[in-house]
C-alpha cells in the first residue's frame, strides 16, 4: 500500500512539473510583433473574408502598461487583399469566404517555402500552416 502511495506521488509531482513546464513555454517577442511567417489574402473579385491564425504562445510588449501581453492567435476580416506576418515562425491559418463575388486564397512563407490554398465555397475554408 505505501508502495501505491509513493507512486502515485512521483506521477502527481512529475505532471505538475510537466504541466507548469509547457503552460510556462512561450516566446518574448517584445515590441517585434511582425517578425515571423509572412501571410497574404487574395481576393482578386473583391470578395469578403475572414481569416482565423494560431501560433505557438508569445509574450509581447504592447505598451507602457502592457509590458507582457500574452497571445497565440491572429484574427482579420476585410474585403480584397490583405498582407501582414505573424510574430513568430509557425503557425496555421484558416481563411473563410464570406461573401461577394470571386474566390479568395490565403498564403503563408517560411524559409522560401511558401504554402497557399484557395476557396470559393463559404462551407470549405482554405487551410494553410507550418506547425
Not at 61 to 89: C, F, I, K
Amino acid at each position: 500500500m505505501t508502495a501505491r502511495i509513493a507512486v502515485a506521488a512521483t506521477v502527481v509531482a512529475g505532471l505538475s512539473l510537466g504541466l507548469t513546464g509547457a503552460a510556462s513555454a512561450q516566446t518574448d517577442v517584445g515590441t517585434a510583433h511582425a517578425a515571423g511567417l509572412p501571410w497574404s489574402v487574395a481576393a482578386p473579385g473583391g470578395a469578403s473574408w475572414s481569416l482565423v491564425c494560431r501560433f505557438s504562445p508569445v509574450t509581447m510588449d504592447m505598451g507602457q502598461y502592457d509590458r507582457e501581453h500574452w497571445a497565440n492567435g491572429l484574427t482579420r476580416s476585410g474585403r480584397g487583399g490583405m498582407r501582414g506576418r505573424l510574430p513568430v515562425d509557425n503557425g496555421w491559418c484558416i481563411l473563410t469566404k464570406t461573401g461577394g463575388p470571386g474566390s479568395v486564397a490565403i498564403a503563408l512563407v517560411r524559409n522560401g517555402e511558401a504554402r497557399a490554398q484557395a476557396t470559393n465555397d463559404p462551407a470549405r475554408p482554405a487551410r494553410v500552416g507550418f506547425v
